[in-house]
Each structure stands twice: as structure tokens, then as C-alpha cells.
């Protein structure tokens, strides 16, 4: 089965400062994507970013960037010129490509984020 | 419609009662997901719609759980004999194909509580 650990429960940033925010996962699939969700108050989850494993590239969305290291399994999210509507509550999550892990999300255990102004 | 729509948002019931909990996906999305969030936690994987029928239910956490999406549109999620530990955020996602490649579109949840 397949694992994500976040080991910042909560981080904090000043307005238009950087932060970055950790994951690291376990699987021993070789194909599989990785996403960040937002989660704000409204308890809707928000799409940020994905990337895809075999593609070695790190993704990029606007002030959203992520450094994905395969060999370590690590795939952080680094937001640029923090902005106030940025604070909420972050989470890792891992898309199986096949198997039993097809059409799933398993998801990390979240990272609060606070932004100062 | 727009976005993933679940009804109703707040739903209080007393232990032992039964609760139908309702997910209108996005129109023309095929695969649809449940999922459950506790406090402080990340969402856990329920159930995978692709069409009509389930896919994987194996988050399913007891015979208690059951969910049908009988047309390929709305699904309904529904809790027999709720028990406090029930209580939690029931996200619906859906998506236009199965997988996760794409992520999912999420609505905004119900929240139950379990007296």
C-alpha cells in the first residue's frame, strides 16, 4: 500500500515571502502522479498542482512550483510571493497509474498554513 | 452543473439512524469518488464509481456503508446504524475519466454528526 507523509502539521510565512511546504511517499510503483490540494475553510478541496513520474521536469503553476526527487520520493511544494489568500490547510497526495491503486488519492496527513501580512 | 455539488452541507442525526448523504457531479464526468475526512486529517478513499457500477469499494469500512450511483449521474451514500465514530466530512469528487491522472474536482462536502 501506498503511503504520504507531510511532517509539518503547521508552517507560517510573511506576505510575499517564500515557503515551502514537505512530502515524502512510499510506493513501489514505478508510474503514478502527484498532486497538492488546498483546502481553505470551505472545505472544498482546490487542485494547485500535478505532476506525473515519469516526467522528470518539475511542474509549475504560476507562484506554485514543486521539486520532485523520484530516487527519494520526496515531492515539495514551494509558493512564491505568498499572498493572504494562501493560508489553508495543504495536502499531499499520491494517483496510483494501475493495479489496485488505480483511481484512488491517498492523501497526506495535511500541513496548515498561516500567512502574515 | 458547475462544479460538484453534495447535499445537504451540515446533516446532525442521532446514533442508530439512517443517513442518505447526496453527490451531483460535475455533468459528463463518468468516474465519481467518496471519500471521508476526519477531523485533522486527509480525506481517506470510500468508494469508485466508473459509470454505474463500483469499481473499487474496498475503503468501504463496514456493511453499514453503501453507495449507489444508479443512472451514471448521482450517487447517493447512505449509513445504516450510525455510530459516533461515523462522524466526519463526506467529500464527493468526480472526474471526466477513470484514474487519477487528472486529480479530481471536489465539492465542498457533508458534514455529519453523529449524536
Known amino acids: 500500500a501506498q503511503t504520504v507523509t507531510q511532517s509539518q502539521p503547521e508552517m507560517s510565512v510573511q506576505e510575499a515571502e517564500t515557503v515551502t511546504l514537505s512530502c515524502t511517499y512510499d510506493?513501489?510503483?514505478?508510474?503514478?502522479?502527484l498532486f497538492w490540494y488546498k483546502q481553505p475553510p470551505s472545505r472544498q478541496m482546490i487542485l494547485v498542482i500535478r505532476?506525473?513520474?515519469?516526467?522528470?521536469q518539475n511542474a509549475t503553476e504560476n507562484r506554485f512550483s514543486v521539486n520532485f526527487q523520484k530516487a527519494a520520493k520526496s515531492f515539495s511544494l514551494k509558493i512564491s510571493d505568498s499572498q493572504l489568500g494562501d493560508a489553508a490547510m495543504y495536502f499531499c497526495?499520491?494517483?496510483?497509474?494501475?493495479?489496485?491503486?488505480?483511481?484512488?488519492?491517498?492523501f497526506g496527513q495535511g500541513t496548515i498554513l498561516t500567512v502574515h501580512p | 452543473g458547475a462544479g460538484v455539488s453534495q447535499t445537504p452541507s451540515n446533516k446532525v442525526t442521532e446514533k442508530g439512524k439512517y443517513v442518505e448523504l447526496r453527490c451531483d457531479p460535475i455533468?459528463?464526468?463518468?468516474?465519481l469518488y467518496w471519500y471521508r475526512q476526519s477531523l485533522g486529517q486527509g480525506p481517506e478513499f470510500l468508494i469508485y464509481?466508473?459509470?454505474?457500477?463500483?469499481?473499487?469499494d474496498s475503503g468501504l469500512p463496514n456493511d453499514r456503508f453503501f453507495a449507489v450511483r444508479p443512472e451514471g449521474s448521482v450517487s447517493t451514500l447512505k449509513i445504516q446504524r450510525t455510530e459516533r465514530g461515523d462522524s466526519a466530512v463526506y467529500l464527493c469528487?468526480?472526474?471526466?475519466?477513470?484514474?487519477?491522472?487528472?486529480?479530481?474536482?471536489f465539492g465542498s462536502g457533508t458534514r455529519l454528526t453523529v449524536v
Open positions: 469528487a468526480s472526474s471526466s475519466e477513470g484514474g487519477a491522472r487528472w486529480g479530481y474536482t
Open positions: 510506493t513501489s510503483e514505478s508510474d503514478y502522479y
Open positions: 505532476q506525473e513520474a515519469y516526467k522528470q
Open positions: 497526495a499520491y494517483g496510483g497509474a494501475g493495479g489496485t491503486s488505480y483511481g484512488k488519492l491517498t
Open positions: 455533468s459528463g464526468h463518468t468516474a
Open positions: 464509481f466508473q459509470g454505474t457500477g463500483a469499481a473499487d
